[in-house]
């Protein structure tokens, strides 16, 4: 099992920025691939950026790309999302993931999941 908590979120202005994270517990964090997924209000979850085993290699929505930034600490166990630029349309339930193949990751069917956090960007 590995345990995943989300923490960061909050209300912010457009154009302003929150730096996401995820700790993980449970089984050997640096065997998992991670991602972040967000679901808005009446929408269906959604990929926004995933990054491999040792941080070499990045995948982003197009909708986040070059705004946001994913990055992993394998020694502290965590992974986070840096987002800037923030619009109004970002605002959702923002959830951490991890799975040990990337692509199953990327398909949106991981096997861990956090319970999301919160973030509002107020126009």
């Known amino acids: 099992q590995v345990q995943l908590v989300e923490s960061g979120g909050g209300l912010v202005q457009a154009g302003g920025s929150l730096r996401l994270s995820c700790a993980a517990s449970?089984?050997?964090?640096?065997?998992?691939?991670m991602g972040w997924f967000r679901q808005a209000p009446g929408k269906e979850r959604e990929f926004v950026a995933a990054?491999?085993?040792?941080?070499?290699?990045?995948a982003y929505a197009d909708s986040v790309k070059g705004r946001f930034t994913i990055s992993r600490d394998n020694a502290k166990n965590a992974v986070y999302l840096q987002m800037n630029s923030l619009k109004p349309e970002d605002t959702a339930v923002y959830s951490c993931?991890?799975?040990?193949?990337?692509?199953?990751?990327?398909?949106?069917?991981?096997?861990?999941w956090g319970q999301g956090t919160q973030v509002t960007v107020s126009s």
């Open positions: 993931a991890a799975d040990l193949d990337v692509w199953r990751l990327r398909r949106g069917v991981p096997e861990y």
């Open positions: 449970g089984r050997t964090f640096n065997n998992y691939a």
């Open positions: 990054i491999s085993i040792n941080g070499g290699g990045t």
